[in-house]
Nanobody, 120 residues
């Protein structure tokens, strides 16, 4: 399974932007759909965005139009560009990998998470 490491989190003011990166080890990155999830204190982990191995993207309504997921298979990296950040976006953001043939609800690997804090 893929080993994932997130980076790029930090503190930003409302309305600002951040770009998260997730690098994956191994040689089969291009076979994995990739996703971003987040978990705020006291809340369940929630889906943010997904990008298929073919590059098709889907985002949660809460971030649609503000966040963009992308991938660079040559760098074994998936990104989450976050614009127009809101305090409600504050959470630990996790990168996840979905192996070939897995349903969309099943994720094989998870990163350790990176903290995003948006001040009002």
């Amino acid at each position: 399974q893929a080993q994932l490491v997130e980076s790029g989190g930090g503190l930003v003011q409302a309305g600002g932007s951040l770009r998260l990166s997730c690098t994956a080890s191994g040689r089969t990155f291009s076979r994995y759909a990739m996703g971003w999830f987040r978990q705020a204190p006291g809340k369940e982990r929630e889906f943010v965005a997904r990008i298929s191995l073919g590059g098709t993207t889907y985002s949660a309504d809460s971030v649609k139009g503000r966040f963009t997921i992308s991938r660079d298979n040559a760098k074994s990296t998936v990104y989450l560009q976050m614009n127009s950040l809101k305090p409600e976006d504050t959470a630990v953001y996790y990168c996840a990998a979905q192996g070939p043939g897995q349903p969309m609800s099943v994720w094989d690997s998870w990163g350790q998470g990176t903290q995003v804090t948006v001040s009002s």
